[in-house]
Nanobody, 114 residues
Framework: QVRLVESGGGLVQPGGSLRLSCQASGTISAIFNMAWYRQPSGKQRELVASIGRGGDSASYADSVKGRFTISRDNAKNTVYLQMNSLRPEDTAVYYC???????WGQGTQVTVSS
């Protein structure tokens, strides 16, 4: 069973940057479509960015276009989310999702505050 582990979250000031990582572990028999979601406290989870198996077909929520970049390194079984120009409204728990198998990582907290 493939497990997803997110890392890279933390506290940053507005305008700062973070890079989130989502690494798959366990037996991997396929390359999956992946996505990043986020869930602000007390709100619903929302799709932030998605990426195809080969790193193509990347898409972004309107709120993060031009600021966030999703990428992947299949040799390392890792998906990344580079987040630049962070805003307080980006504060949330960020989750990695295997879109083909439908399961999630445990999430990593991102807090943007001065």
């Amino acid at each position: 069973q493939v497990r997803l582990v997110e890392s890279g979250g933390g506290l940053v000031q507005p305008g700062g940057s973070l890079r989130l990582s989502c690494q798959a572990s366990g037996t991997i028999s396929a390359i999956f479509n992946m996505a990043w979601y986020r869930q602000p406290s007390g709100k619903q989870r929302e799709l932030v960015a998605s990426i195809g198996r080969g790193g193509d077909s990347a898409s972004y929520a309107d709120s993060v276009k031009g600021r966030f970049t999703i990428s992947r390194d299949n040799a390392k079984n890792t998906v990344y989310l580079q987040m630049n120009s962070l805003r307080p409204e980006d504060t949330a728990v960020y989750y990695c999702k295997n879109r083909d198998l439908g399961y999630w990582g445990q999430g990593t907290q991102v807090t943007v505050s001065s």
